[in-house]
């Protein structure tokens, strides 16, 4: 399973954040190694950036738990960035490192992520360290506040490099192929093996045998594969059964055998792994209170076992030694006597000699003797009563050990018990907990299905307006747009052949989602055309901005459009979703839904409002309405009746 991000993949990151542009930090959250920055874009609501674990950076389908009262470092971050404005954002050459502008009227800081040597954010200004998640001093570079911040040496850049770059990186190197594309073409392990598979080459091979022809074949497989990450790529998942293989922004033929699922943005394959991860903890999570406990417990029962063997063993000795009285007696009569005579060297010379003796210590005074098959070492200075009634005692001792090891084992029990129901109930609200719906690909933009079943997508703010054209106006589609500034691209899919109700939904859609309902207006009028009116480039002397779009031709009207729409709980491929879309197009689709217009002041009372009942996430239901207020003017549930 993936470990960390590739440098492709930060590029990936960068360009994707890029979208937030000109929005605003609002908070920010710390817990562990996760930081959670929550950040307002206009037009779209919040949306969150989220670096987890020190290694992790993307921009999450949906918001992690936060907790109540954040760490340190968010504090702080808090106090100098709040409602700081982000500017550019950028990787720094083809590093692990991210870096944000961030723009206040007093100052204009770098909030700088790095996905390498262990993980890290930093808050710089002027080139000087204000703070850090991580404090750490290394060869070459001190992470501290108040030392200047020192970018990590530039390598190689595959996607600036020059070929006469790339020969003297390969040429140079006394490694095999597939290395030296890790280390000194700066591709990583990943992409050094796809290149090679790429251009069928041994990825063994020495790199200064390469023929020219060789590291030119080479360096056109490199470029293709940058470009494609650059300008179109494709985020895929890579999976053996239900493990996660890889992650990667473009299709990778190292993975051919793997089972690959396409995914509309790097954040949101990203996603997907931080999720597979997140089931396997959760799968294998154990508390560790409860594993300590559980190991304390198995040593007191081997304790108390061992106790009570060996105790019963002492009796069994001691029973013994009044099973064999006589030559037992005799032994140590003998042994007594005879040491006070002889050196113990005859003392032991003698005693080898009689048939049950195993052993002699003249120096503890002891000897041992076999009688059924069965030692007992003895005291020879000591008569036959006292040496049965010293055993006996051993045996009472280890048993009174027992007793107590005993008592201990049952405490043990209990607060083992104790735990577990703890752990079980904590288990169980945890699965009862709110979870959001599965993810789909459409749901980077505001969507939702007709009354006929075709899917609409509208732009969330100018990125995704210039986006969802790009990538998703076809020649089968039409597009649709209120008649009024600022309002979003919107895409009926495969609606040459729309119904008149698909039309008239799709332009009250796209009037909802524009300002008009930040406005409060009732209603207001929005127009569709076809795929060939819509263009980007502009007439002489004219200036298209960022998210807008050229429409030439007749265009067809709706009028009077009502400022009104429903949230429903929906089906989609089998998959419970809740949905946001005209009233029409949502009470074909559900048995239960609210009825929302514009509202003034009660858009977080209605949202947590929906999002209980609809047993999702807020964040799902923010995601979906309108900008601006909404309040609920009707709800429609099973077994009941409308209410007003």
């Known amino acids: 399973m993936k470990k960390e991000m590739s440098s492709f993949d930060v590029r990936s990151i960068a360009t994707e954040m890029a979208s937030l542009t000109d929005a605003h930090m609002d908070k920010v959250f710390q817990w562990g190694n996760n930081v959670l920055f929550r950040i307002n874009v206009q037009g779209q609501g919040k949306r969150e950036l989220f670096f987890k674990d020190k290694k992790w950076l993307f921009l999450p389908a949906n918001k992690p738990e936060t907790p109540i009262l954040s760490q340190s470092f968010a504090t702080f971050l ?88 790339f020969v003297s990186a390969v040429k140079d190197s006394a490694s095999d192929l597939v290395r030296t594309l890790a280390t000194g073409a700066n591709l990583g392990g990943q992409y050094a093996e796809e290149i090679c598979k790429r251009s069928d080459m041994d990825k063994n091979t020495k790199s200064y045998e390469l023929s020219d022809e060789d590291v030119k074949k080479l360096y056109d497989v490199m470029r293709e594969i940058v470009t494609r990450v650059l300008e179109s790529p494709e985020p895929t998942v890579y999976s053996n059964g239900d493990e996660i293989i890889d992650v990667a922004p473009v299709k990778l033929a190292i993975y051919d055998q793997y089972t690959s699922e396409r995914f509309e943005t790097m954040s949101c394959a990203l996603d997907r792994l931080i999720s597979s991860l997140k089931e396997a903890e959760e799968e294998d999570y154990t508390d560790p209170e409860m594993d300590k406990l559980q190991r304390r417990i198995d040593r007191q029962t081997e304790t108390i076992e061992e106790y009570r063997t060996e105790a019963e063993d002492l009796r069994k000795r001691a029973d013994l030694i009044y099973a064999n009285y006589q030559p037992v007696n005799e032994l140590l009569t003998v042994l007594s006597e005879q040491s006070r005579k002889i050196t113990w060297d005859k003392l032991a010379e003698g005693a080898m000699k009689i048939p049950y003796v195993s052993s002699i210590d003249p120096s503890k005074n002891t000897v041992t003797a076999i009688f059924d098959k069965t030692s007992v070492t003895l005291d020879y200075t000591k008569a036959i009563d006292a040496n049965a009634s010293s055993i006996y005692q051993q045996g009472k001792d280890l048993n009174e050990k027992a007793l107590r090891a005993d008592e201990a084992l049952r405490d043990s029990k209990e607060a083992l018990e104790k735990k577990r129901k703890g752990f079980i109930k904590a288990k169980i609200e945890m699965s009862n907990k709110v979870q959001p719906t599965k993810q789909f690909w459409f749901e980077r933009y505001k969507w939702f299905i007709t009354t006929s079943g075709k899917m609409v997508i509208a732009g969330r703010d100018a990125h995704t307006n210039d986006n969802i054209v790009k990538k998703h106006l076809k020649d089968e589609d039409l ?166």
């Open 78 to 165: 808090r106090k100098y960035i709040d409602n700081a404005r982000i500017g550019n954002v950028r990787q720094v050459g083809f590093d692990r490192v991210i870096v944000m502008e961030l723009l206040k009227a007093d100052a204009e800081y770098d909030l700088i992520f790095e996905m390498f040597g262990g993980g890290n954010i930093l808050l710089v200004l002027d080139g000087k360290i204000l703070n850090c998640l991580i404090q750490k001093t290394m060869r070459d570079r001190s992470v501290r506040p108040g030392e200047a911040y020192v970018i990590p040496k530039s390598r190689f850049d595959p996607t600036s490099s020059t070929f006469e770059d």
């Open 479 to 644: 597009y649709a747009h209120a008649d009024m500034h600022g309002a979003p691209s919107t895409i009926l899919k495969e609606g040459r052949d729309a119904t008149p109700e698909d039309l008239r939904e799709t332009c009250l859609f796209a009037l909802a989602q524009s300002k008009a309902w930040v406005a409060a207006l009732s209603d207001g009028s929005a127009y569709w055309v076809y795929t060939d009116q819509v263009s980007k480039t502009p007439q002489a002397g004219e200036f298209v901005p960022r998210g807008a779009f050229i429409i030439r031709g007749k265009r067809n009207y709706e009028h009077h459009l009502p400022m009104e729409l429903a949230i429903g709980e929906i089906q989609y491929q089998n998959t419970r979703k809740v949905m946001c879309g005209p009233v029409e197009s949502v009470t074909r689709l559900s048995s239960k839904y609210y009825v929302i217009h514009p509202g003034r002041g009660k858009a977080a009372k209605s949202t947590a409002l929906m999002a209980k009942e609809l047993q999702v996430p807020e964040e799902e239901i923010a995601r979906i309405i309108p900008p601006g207020d909404a309040e609920i003017v009707r709800r429609v549930w099973p077994t009941e009746t409308s209410e007003e």
